[in-house]
């Protein structure tokens, strides 16, 4: 079955320090990969995607994820957190089956000043 | 570029009551997705449209859920009758194309109470 997993429902990280939010997937065919932020009462902003091409994909706010095929993992990184990342965090895979996105149930990033 | 506006922001209604939220999606837009997300879950899918029609309701309880698209732009989520466990913060998306791989933008969603 096609899946999607965000192994940690909280993360905590001291400001400046590096942060890593963990994905992990499960899809037949080709993964198309998505992480997703949401702030307190408001909808769920887009940081990145990775649909084919490098590894590495940079996003929003200074975020960047790593795509690592034979880890079947996505995970989202940033070199120094900001209290203003405190947040929670989304990842999502398209289902090859019906091409919806699969959701994760969330990792509650916490950055503490 | 406007986002995705919805409303009301907030809505308390007491069982078996009806309820009704609105979606206007990013000028342009041809597909718009309505979730329902649960408190400490992800969204969940319950309808998709491109331009005014249904690509995906296959998790929409259609006895007491229904939506609308009406000339592929704004959209409406009606609930009737409401149970207890509709509450939830319900989010609509637009996304320009029709590819499942186009980005989709969120509006601020509407959390529903059901009492």
């Known amino acids: 079955a096609q899946s999607v997993a965000q192994p940690e429902d909280q993360v905590n990280v001291a400001e400046g320090n590096p942060l890593t939010v963990k994905c992990t997937y499960s899809?037949?065919?080709?993964?198309?990969l998505f992480w997703y932020v949401q702030y307190p009462n408001r909808g769920l902003q887009f940081l990145l995607k990775?649909?084919?091409?490098d590894n590495l994909v940079k996003g929003s706010y200074g975020f960047e994820a790593e795509f690592n095929k034979s880890q079947t993992s996505f995970h989202l990184k940033k070199p120094s957190a900001l209290v203003s990342d405190s947040a929670l965090y989304f990842c999502?895979?398209?289902?090859?089956?019906?091409?919806?996105?699969?959701w994760g149930a969330g990792t509650k990033l916490i950055i503490k000043p | 570029e406007a986002g995705v506006a919805q409303s009301p922001r907030y809505k308390i209604i007491e069982k078996r009551q009806s309820v009704a939220f609105w979606c206007n999606p990013i000028?342009?837009?041809?597909?718009l997705y309505w979730y329902q997300q649960i408190l400490g879950q992800g969204p969940k899918l319950l309808i998709q449209?491109?331009?005014?029609?249904?690509?995906?309701d296959s998790q929409l309880p259609k006895d007491r859920f229904s939506a609308e698209r009406l000339k592929g732009v704004d959209s409406t989520l009606k609930i009737q009758p409401a149970k207890l466990e509709d509450s939830a913060v319900y989010l609509c998306?637009?996304?320009?194309?029709?590819?499942?791989?186009?980005?989709?933008?969120f509006g601020p969603g509407t959390r529903l109470t059901v009492l």
């Open positions: 449209f491109q331009n005014n029609g249904v690509v995906d």
């Open positions: 899809v037949s065919g080709n993964p198309y």
């Open positions: 000028s342009g837009h041809a597909t």
């Open positions: 990775y649909i084919t091409g």
């Open positions: 998306a637009s996304s320009l194309g029709i590819d499942s791989t186009d980005t989709q933008y």
């Open positions: 999502a895979v398209r289902d090859d089956s019906n091409y919806q996105l699969i």
